[in-house]
């Protein structure tokens, strides 16, 4: 429209300049009727545009209103009905979920022993301590044992659960974490007395397992490592006051070299005579540490192999040193190791191997747990639990599950 007017004008102008008409108070009223006509149209603009602008901000609040209320009205109308659904969700479903773990826990219960069983954990650390891992074995008991009464022993799935603790010296002072008060190994072997348990050797385990011993119907196993010369005056008449049977496992170079007769110092070791009195006791098995490898140097740990060492190196090397300590014992008190600890607890795959074919059937790791055993399986890389001091009886057995 406005084009339209403009056009009209600029017609006029020329018509009027062809023939001679005053142009200037025309241009004047030009200008005056296009800014007017200017004016309007933005004016028209301009309102159509907050018009729209405030129906759309009506049609929003009603919206939003109206949202606000049917939310609402959702809540108040479900809310009883949605407790209501809850309850009785609740309710049919409880038992139906007990049922269900319940036979979850039945069906995989001899599974979860069995992949429990397999797993052996070996301890690299530099003082042979392991760290404490529930693995799997039940060291707390959640599993329910299946109880032979006619054996007298707990049994599942034709294996057991065995602890086997690991002690190191015995002596009335304080002289590092591996060292127990006398006072405190005679607490812990009442504990394990007052709670029902017996302690087997590494015989009665051999024996079991071929059928010849009927296993107790709650095992431990006393292992003490090194053959310190404390535990021939501390520990030793304990095991035979409580009635309780212990393992040492003796080093044959420090059989040779460190002992001190009547010493009670800790860095004295046992001698031939006196192991000799202790395994004929019945109380005190003797089995094998190494003759010389229980060193932790660079190139040197327990029985690792060496890097760079062949299998052939490696399995001469080994059998020479187990051997020797073998036919050490045997000579002067006619006692045969069928057991080896591992110093430090390390070792290598190629180990059992060669232990086992020079005659060792059991062998000790340092790495921490209950084992479970099957007489189907064999008994190499048993778990030990180390005993250290400062923590009381009763609260290191119950730990592992051990009441």
Partial sequence: MLCGIIRAFLTQIIYMKRNGIRIKPILHLLITV??????LVYSAAALSFFDGARAECKALSRRGTETERTASDFVIKNYGKSERTAGDISAENYSQSERMASD??????????????????????????APYVKDGNDPAGKYEKKKNEAAGKYEKNGGIDLPILMYHSTFPKDIGQYNIYPSVFEKDLAYLKKNGYTAIDVKDLIDWKNGAFKMPGKSVMITLDDGYLTNYYYAYPLMKKYGMKGVMSVVGS???ENYRAGSKNTAAH???????????SGFMEIQNHTYGLHKNTK???GLRKMRGESYKNYKERLSKDLLRLNESLESHTGIRCRAVAFPFGVYSKETVEIID????????????GINYIQKEGGLHLLKRINRQGGIPTEKFFKQYGME
């Fill in 34 to 39: 296009v800014t007017a006509a200017f004016c």
């Fill in 104 to 129: 979850i826990n039945k069906e995989n219960y001899g599974q979860s022993e069995r992949a429990a069983g397999d797993s052996v954990i070996e301890s690299n650390t530099e003082n042979g301590r």
């Fill in 254 to 256: 420090l059989i040779d």
């Fill in 270 to 280: 046992v001698n031939y005579e006196q192991i000799a009195e202790m395994h004929k």
């Fill in 299 to 301: 190139d040197k740990k």
């Fill in 357 to 368: 074919g020079l005659g060792f059937k059991v062998s000790f790791t340092c790495a921490a």
